[in-house]
């Protein structure tokens, strides 16, 4: 399975090249990806189905909020605080979709 989602990661990362996915793919590997790769100081891992649906539960709003104002160990922005906040919402977007 995790060898399956990499692959098509990969594939779509090829595929919309240019496109925002391919943007929040790349703001996701430089700010997020460290912590939430890792699971880092409890940092749900991209993927994680079990670790995100009861925040997934939340709403968007709120994991927006969350990922722009921090959480806990979760930094403002994930300490980059040159991110908008609408790449801080696509990228949360990302996150949400791959790991549902
Ligand atoms: C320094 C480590 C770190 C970085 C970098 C980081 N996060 Fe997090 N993030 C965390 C941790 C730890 C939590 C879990 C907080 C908790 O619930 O205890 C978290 C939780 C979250 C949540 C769930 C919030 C909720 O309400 O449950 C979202 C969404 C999120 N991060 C998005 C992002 C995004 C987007 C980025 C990149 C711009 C990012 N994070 C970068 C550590 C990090």
């Known amino acids: 399975m995790k060898k399956l989602a990499s692959v098509s990661i990969a594939t779509v990362a090829l595929m919309s090249m240019m496109s925002s ?3 929040d793919i790349k703001t996701y590997r ?4 460290a912590c939430h790769m890792t699971g ?6 991209l993927g994680d189905k079990a670790a995100w ?3 997934i539960a939340q709403g968007m709003d709120t994991l927006v909020m969350h990922a722009t104002k ?10 980059r605080m ?3 906040d609408d790449q801080i919402k ?3 977007a990302y ?3 791959e790991s549902k």
């Open 82 to 84: 040159n991110l908008t």
């Open 40 to 45: 880092a100081a409890n940092a749900p891992k």
């Open 70 to 79: 921090g959480f806990k160990a979760m930094p403002p922005k994930g300490g």
């Open 21 to 23: 996915a391919q943007a």
């Open 90 to 92: 696509s990228t949360v």
């Open 95 to 97: 996150m949400v979709d």
């Open 30 to 33: 430089t700010a997020c990806q």
């Open 53 to 55: 649906a009861p925040r």
